[in-house]
């Protein structure tokens, strides 16, 4: 919280000022909800309170509506929705003023729910709280609720609602609300305008203003409301543009979702295609290594706490990597190296690796779990005003990018690179040379799997974590290296966006499974052309 | 060329299956039940022979029998249903009125028997054509045929494809007039199957002993070898392609009346591989060793799931790990190589065990 | 001319491995090829027998474009390969290796429905005998010896019956003794047959150049006559010197 | 030479034949509980046909738990009909084909009275046809879509009715937040596209007009909603739609959270869903979950003392056996209807005086029985379980506020008079689903 005092009361305050007349009977009503000598008249002080409809009351009533009222040294304060920390809660004043409490030092007072004395309002008493929730809404803590609050208010051709819905939006913060709650008023305005500028004037203004709701609110004046048919025609004409300008950004949005997919798949494919390529393997267990990744994070979570926010991610990542790396490592040992260059065989026995892998973690783990997303990554970067794009698939992209250019760097530019790519192509001829070739494809494998172990880490994010969820993506990511080309940097990179385009620009269209069989037949057609994907090895070698 | 087989251990076996566990049912030993699952089990056998024929000589990893096997299964349960009703109770929930146009034949049986054979064979020629056409091969073919398998999986799983979406096709009551659930039936069904699982060993011993088998090793071997030597091997990958598929499809039209259920779980990736290491297991390249593969790996699949639910994963697993890496040729190279290393039993000289192993292919 | 070649040419990468502005081969001739590593000897019968594709030229057999054609359709016309890494099939026995080659029907049903008739058993014991392989001609072809697997590939091609025998290092890997055979051997199918043979050993090739020999260098013809213009010509020499030259020394 | 190696096989299959016949015969692994004394040496089998392995082990394993407690229970109460209640527990491996094998083997060879178990429909359907051709008896736990009325099956958990309906009724109310537009969103299998099939009807039955509900599914296993949830936004801009959620298993996270990441949230288009329950959030961070709702027939913080006990004994029950969890486990709807299920028969057994399935099938009608969830009522027509709906709302601890509860017990519709006007389902007066006049 960074406001310890809301604007928005201030003002209450000074309406409050106006009506004085009521304050009186509101403070004896509040006193009889505080300390009421029977049921009956803590019910009818409610309902008196809801008819004054006096903003002074609004933080009790507020706090009456969220089972948030309480106690303390026989003052009624309410809290926080969220803990500041360890459980503790700021603690506000409700009536007569609501003003935060300081302990001695001028600090915020934080006390945890346990050291209060929760007033129990009955649900039947605070059912009548329904009727006036929107209007308190409106001055609530929460944006969400006040996002909400302008929706549900009612009508505004009412001066007292209106007054108050406009002394809100005055004091609004919160961009996205502010532009509801203008639209609020524009419409409440327009469809009481009876003449031709004046309802230009305030159509103008709603899709000026441009909330998500604009277009849906000007056809409907237009067909229902609309006092003459040249306005009606102007607002539909205006919805309309509207429209247009939304699916254009819908566009956008569609592509930044085929880059965010394009950019898992890449994730995961990278390691699995420098494994194939250097080592002739089909990692069947790639996509449990990526699982490694994911519950490491996991435990980084159980290890760290609620109270360490987001560090437990920052120490994951590298955590994931190595943890996934070792456990491919010592697969690499004990199984995969007698299986260098029999794709089939390994494919056989990675799957049975990947059984094993996978009922372990069922047998440890067990249920379904999930990490939460840290609070630097969690809602979105708004581009647009309905260009929403989430900063967990902005981090994937660029974990991406880091990612492809380290392999790049690795590959191309370090003498491990070197090595790599000299095995990749003849296996023997690097021997010969001197290479040792056992140790790069160990460590080949370990930086294979660990870039899975990263997928995992990273897919964290935006799904669960599950014993299979390997084989959720281990097929499309085959699917990615093959059409790619094996063991090409550059051929995992634009066929992984490609397919993730694909997928995301046919899902507008078809639905997702269709989408799936579009892209296969695409891939077999392709293929028709490119057998060994986009980027194939060429010459005499390549053939044998 | 003739093999010099003492027919005594065919006979033992077709003697076990055929009369001595009928017998157990019939002196009331053996329950119906374990006899239809024996059943089941030969179903599997008869679509291993055709991933032996397609994998095990020909050297081409197809991961998408399991949808032939369903092709086949989703046929016979479709002309099951329409015996039942006229509209299945799904599509009524599914708020559709008519009978789709692709359900109308399957009304009749003998259209429904020939449908379950020929659109199998007809999946298959089209992916083999497209796929033998362009030289996809190893572990492109591999992967390939894998993410079809699972598009098709997708696909019925979706409830939209009218095929009962993720709950498949199920509740049969009779099958040409007799009582599914009668032990007569039952117990004619495992007959059949087993018969037919009799034919198809001897189909694919006479197929593999023929040139064409030959032929078909030898792709295995160096295909470039073949095309040089005038074998258009694109056709011949594409004729055993479409025989396995057909295997696979006979092996789904009896395991359903005998299942009742049949579901796209029966072609996820997980059952796609499973079938693959059936083979594997049992020995590829090797008729006996398919049969002997699906057999045990289901037989074990039916008792650890009873006694070991836990770990029933991890045995599988590991039986695929130490297959591959140590019994390269399976069960039936295991024996093989276990007979030799017996000192009494180890008679032969090097050559003629080499005569042999390649006999035994 | 049975096989003419005109301005042949691949490049793989960038890299021109072959350009041959003009090749011919009459009936009946054997004619031996030779050039240092990356001359492109391998790769020009790659591409006659339809392994490699082309980039541009063309290539006529038997009065008919080559070019394009696929690797059946060439076999078809009468043209077999034996390759450098000898190619056979290791798991079928030898018996069998030869009995696919025998030149038959060999689409499917004929495959399927085939019965070895006494003149093929013959043919096949016959050619079995003449390359020394009746004894482990129940073997696995895997378990024959480096030079027996040549001779079963040799075998493989002769039982095509083609008319162009394109043969890839025949020698290499064989004893003193085994190539002297092979070098009788290809004299002998000579007479029958057209030939190329490509060879490093040049006391192979002195045995079997009755004719003419080509010199290839860095994918260009150098020059062609018989193996004595060839070895007393100095851009011959030349070219290689500091690389085989121990070879040419020894003649 | 081949056929001495091929010798080996035969005696191995045969060998293989004989001990499968003897395991059929009754070597199964047998839950047989070890807290209780065994009074009486007789006991009667009833079988347990949970997933333990696979993917819907996650799920089924706590089903499994919740009917052997009640059966240690029960035994240790003296049995039922002075007999012992032996569990029989094998493990359908999440494969649908095999639950149809292991019922046969629970009922045929290992002859039980009873079998509880199944939780997805398809594993239902697939087990229906062998229960009802060989007159078993399956108590099945799990809300379903109804649609289904087997002589042969005990549903225990929701109808359509029982569930959707109420949820529908509350969103739309003014309590509820009066909501006007509804995204009717699931996971493609049966139990989603029938239950939205009926929501839709009682939608448009309360004049929601057709444009205002949207009806979507997903695949299993879906993880990519960035496309879905785009629509919703724009569905949802005016702050008058909410999303009836029959997304089922490992899509919810995904789902719930790019919801919250593309700045959707509770307050602005809260999700009702039919199929997210204690179990699945117990050791999932929930923080993404927290506001949204869900409806049940019942919730572990059901105050009734009942229900007090009911967590607690479950939670010492998974600590003493040594259980995955331990104390930390959660009770939830299935669990509570599976554990119910096991009383439900026995009392049924008491009443009927024999275990015989017919007698036991009659016996159960009307039967009351005090659940956790207080006071429920079999139907005295059909085999459905009349109960209590509620409605919650998750709290960040994984568990739910009871925001609303149905007056008493609601009556079973397996099928929906929305959508099914002229059919019913009796047993006692008609012989299963009759047509209405």
Request: glycine content about 8%; aromatic content about 10%.
């Amino acid at each position: 919280m960074r406001h310890f005092l809301r604007p928005g009361w201030i003002l209450l305050f000074l309406l409050c000022s106006l009506r004085g007349r009521s304050q009186d009977s509101a403070s004896i009503y509040v006193n009889q909800i505080l300390q009421p000598s029977a049921d009956s008249v803590r019910t009818n002080a409610i309902h008196r309170l809801v008819a004054l409809r006096d903003p002074s009351t609004f933080p009790l009533l507020m706090a009456i509506n969220d089972k948030k009222l309480y106690l303390l040294d026989n003052k009624a304060v309410t809290t926080d929705s969220k803990p500041s920390g360890d459980g503790n809660y700021r603690l506000y004043t409700v009536y007569p003023t609501y003003q935060l409490l300081q302990n001695s030092s001028g600090q915020p007072l934080l006390l945890p729910p346990g050291k209060l004395t929760a007033v129990d309002i009955p649900r039947a008493d605070r059912l009548a709280l329904v009727g006036i929730a929107p209007l308190l809404n409106l001055f609530s803590n929460d944006v969400q609720k006040r996002m909400l609050a302008y929706s549900q208010v009612g009508n505004l051709q009412d001066q007292s609602t209106l007054q108050l819905v406009a002394a809100a939006v005055n004091r609004e913060t919160d961009e996205n609300v502010q532009r509801i709650g203008r639209e609020a008023l524009y419409a409440a305005r327009l469809y009481a305008a009876k003449d031709e500028t004046n309802a230009k004037v305030y159509i103008d203004s709603i899709a000026l203003n441009w909330s998500d709701n604009a277009a849906t609110l000007l056809t409907s004046y237009s067909k229902e409301k609309a006092f003459s048919p040249a306005a009606g025609s102007y607002a539909l004409a205006k919805a309309s543009r509207l429209e247009k300008k939304y699916d254009n950004l819908q566009r956008i949005q569609n592509l930044f979702s085929g880059l965010s997919l394009g950019s898992i798949l890449i994730l995961i494919a990278l390691g699995l295609s420098i494994v194939y390529g250097l080592a002739g393997i089909i990692n069947m267990a790639h996509g449990e290594f990526m699982m490694i990744g994911a519950y490491t994070t996991y435990c980084m979570q159980l290890v760290f706490g609620h109270q360490a926010g987001d560090w437990f991610y920052v120490a994951a990542l590298p955590l994931s990597f190595i943890s996934a790396g070792i456990m491919g490592l010592i697969l690499e040992r004990l199984v995969i190296r007698h299986l260098y260059s029999k794709p089939l065989e390994s494919l056989l026995a990675t799957w049975g690796i990947s059984l094993i892998l996978v009922q372990t973690a069922r047998l440890i783990f067990g249920d379904l779990t999930a990490v939460k997303t840290p609070q630097l990554l969690a809602g979105g970067w708004q581009v647009a005003p309905h260009l929403t794009l989430p900063y967990n698939r902005i981090f994937i992209i660029v974990l991406t990018l880091v990612m492809v250019l380290l392999t790049y760097l690795m590959l191309f530019k370090t003498k491990l690179g070197l090595q790599i790519r000299a095995v990749t192509q003849n296996r023997q001829m690097s021997a010969c040379l001197g290479v040792e070739t056992r140790q790069v494809a160990a460590l080949t494998f370990f930086i294979g799997s660990g870039l899975a172990g990263l997928a995992g880490c990273a897919i964290t994010l935006i799904g669960n974590v599950v014993p299979d969820m390997g084989q959720t993506y281990i097929v499309d990511s085959f699917l990615v290296v093959v059409t790619g080309g094996v063991g090409k940097l550059a051929g995992t990179i634009v066929s992984g966006l490609g397919i993730g385009f694909f997928t995301k620009i046919s899902e507008a269209f078809f639905q997702a499974v269709y989408g799936k069989v579009f892209i296969l037949l695409f891939i077999m057609l392709f293929m028709q052309y490119k057998p060994k994907g986009l980027f194939p090895d060429k010459g005499r070698i390549a053939e044998e | 060329m003739k093999t010099n087989n003492k027919p005594l251990y065919y006979i033992l076996f077709v003697a076990i299956f055929a009369i001595l566990l009928p017998a157990a049912y019939l002196s009331g030993l053996l329950s119906i039940n374990t006899i239809s699952i024996w059943g089941r089990y030969f179903c599997f056998a008869i679509a291993a022979l055709g991933i032996d024929l397609i994998w095990g000589y020909t050297g081409i990893l197809s991961m998408c029998q399991a949808f032939f096997f369903c092709l086949g299964s989703y046929g016979i349960a479709m002309h099951l249903v329409l015996q039942k009703t006229s509209l299945p109770d799904f599509m009524a929930w599914n708020k559709i009125t008519e009978l789709p146009f692709f359900w109308q034949p399957f009304h009749n049986a003998g259209v429904t028997f020939a449908l379950c054979l020929i659109i199998p064979a007809l999946f298959a020629f089209f992916i083999g054509y497209v796929l033998f056409r362009s030289r996809i091969r190893g572990v492109y073919m591999a992967i390939i045929t894998q993410a079809l398998t699972l598009a098709m999986w997708l696909l019925f799983l979706r409830n939209e494809t009218n095929l009962g979406g993720t709950n498949g096709l199920t509740d049969f009551k009779t099958l040409l007039g007799f009582d599914l659930s009668s032990a007569q039936v039952k117990l004619s069904l495992y007959l059949v199957s087993f018969a037919v699982l009799c034919l198809a060993y001897i189909a694919c011993h006479r197929i593999t002993r023929s040139k064409f088998g030959k032929v078909l090793q030898a792709i295995r071997d160096s295909e470039s070898r073949v095309s040089f030597t005038a074998y258009k091997t694109a056709n011949f990958k594409l004729a055993v392609f479409v025989l396995a598929a057909l295997l696979a499809a006979v092996g789904g039209m009896l395991y359903l009346p005998q299942t009742g259920i049949i579901t796209p779980g029966r072609m996820d990736v997980k059952a796609s591989v499973e079938m693959v290491m059936w083979v594997a297991l049992g020995g590829r390249g090797n008729l006996k060793g398919a049969v002997i593969g699906a057999l045990l790996v289901n037989f074990l699949y039916s008792l650890c799931t009873s006694w070991f639910p836990d770990s029933w994963l991890f045995i599988l697993g590991f039986l695929f790990v130490l297959t591959v890496l140590y019994f390269d040729k399976g069960l039936i190279g295991l024996v093989a190589t276990v007979r030799q290393r017996i000192p009494g039993l180890h008679f032969k000289t090097s050559q003629t065990t080499n005569r042999y192993v390649a006999d035994s292919k | 001319m049975l096989l003419t070649v005109n301005n042949l040419s691949v490049s793989f990468g960038g890299v021109h491995a072959l350009h041959l502005d003009h090749f011919s081969l009459g009936e009946k001739e054997l004619r031996v090829i030779i050039g240092p590593n990356g001359a492109g000897k391998s790769t020009f019968l790659d591409i006659i027998c339809g392994k490699t594709k082309a980039d541009s030229g063309e290539v006529i057999f038997k009065g008919k474009p080559v070019l394009g054609k696929s690797e059946v359709q060439i076999a078809e016309l009468g043209i077999g390969r034996k390759f450098q890494k000898p190619s056979v099939f290791p798991e079928l026995t030898v018996y069998d290796n030869l009995l696919l080659a025998v030149k038959t029907k060999k689409d499917i049903f004929s495959t399927l429905f085939f019965k070895v008739s006494p003149a093929i058993a013959e043919r096949i014991h016959d050619v079995a005998a003449r390359l020394q392989l009746n004894t482990v001609i129940y073997k696995q072809a895997g378990a024959l010896s480096h030079g027996q697997k040549q001779w079963l590939e040799i075998a493989i091609v002769m039982l095509q019956d083609p008319t162009l025998m394109l043969i890839d290092e025949p020698a290499a890997g064989m004893s003193d003794e085994e190539t002297e055979k092979t070098g009788a051997l290809l004299l002998e199918l000579a007479n029958t047959h057209s030939i190329i043979v490509i060879e490093h050993d040049m006391k192979f090739v002195e045995q079997i150049a009755n004719h003419l020999v080509t010199v290839l260098v860095r994918g260009k013809r150098l020059m062609e006559g018989t193996f004595e213009e060839v070895k007393n010509d100095q851009r011959v020499i030349d070219c290689y010197l500091g690389r085989t030259n121990a070879q040419l020394e020894t003649l | 030479m081949k056929c001495s190696m091929f010798k080996s096989f035969s005696l191995l299959l045969l060998g293989a034949a004989v001990s499968f016949s003897s395991c059929q015969q009754g070597a199964s692994k047998s839950g047989t509980t070890d807290s209780t004394a065994t009074a009486s040496k007789e006991t009667v089998k009833i079988g347990v046909l949970h997933s333990l392995s696979g993917t819907m082990a996650i799920s089924e394993v706590s089903l499994k738990d919740a009917v052997q407690m009640a059966v240690d229970e029960i035994n240790a109460k003296g049995g039922v009909l002075g007999k012992q209640i032996e569990p029989v527990i094998v493990d359908p491996a999440s494969d649908w084909d095999l639950f149809a094998e292991k019922a046969k083997e629970l009922l045929i060879d290992k002859k039980v009275s009873a079998v509880f178990g199944c939780w997805t429909s398809v594993s239902r359907k697939s087990v229906l046809p062998v229960f009802e051709q060989n007159n078993g008896l399956l108590f099945y736990p799990v809300q379903y879509e109804g649609e289904e009325c087997s002589n042969s099956v005990i549903y225990t958990g929701a109808t359509p009715n029982q569930q959707l309906i109420p949820a529908a009724e509350y969103l739309m109310s003014e309590k509820g937040g009066g909501y006007k537009k509804f995204y009717l969103l699931g996971t493609d299998y049966v139990f989603p596209r029938t239950a939205n099939k009926i929501l839709k009807a009682y939608l448009l039955s309360k004049g929601i007009p057709k444009e205002n509900i949207v009806e979507e599914y997903t695949p299993f296993h879906h993880q990519d909603y960035q496309t879905i949830i785009s629509k919703i936004k724009r569905f949802a801009a005016d702050g008058k739609a909410c999303i009836l959620s029959t997304i089922n298993g490992d899509s919810n996270v995904p789902f719930y959270k790019e919801f919250a990441n593309q700045g959707l949230s509770a307050a602005t288009c809260p999700i009702m869903a039919f199929s997210v329950a204690e179990d699945e959030l117990r050791s999932m961070d929930t923080e993404f979950l927290v506001g949204h709702l869900a409806a049940w027939n019942y919730f572990q913080s059901n105050d009734l003392p009942e229900n007090k006990k009911f967590v607690e004994d479950f939670k010492a029950f998974c600590a003493k056996k040594g259980l995955p969890g331990g104390d930390k486990r959660v009770t939830d709807d299935p669990i509570c209807w599976a554990y119910t299920g096991v009383y439900l028969w026995a009392k049924a057994a008491e009443k009927a005086g024999s275990f015989e399935v017919s007698k036991v099938r009659n016996a159960l009608y009307s039967l009351e029985f005090d659940s956790p969830d207080g006071l429920v009522k079999m139907d005295p027509r059909n085999h459905h379980l009349a109960k209590p709906v509620v409605i919650g709302e998750i709290k960040p601890d994984g568990q739910f506020d009871i925001i609303w509860k149905s007056a008493g017990l609601v009556d079973p519709q397996p099928w929906s008079p929305l959508t099914s006007p002229d059919k019913d389902c009796d047993w006692v007066n008609h012989n299963g689903t009759y047509a209405k006049k």
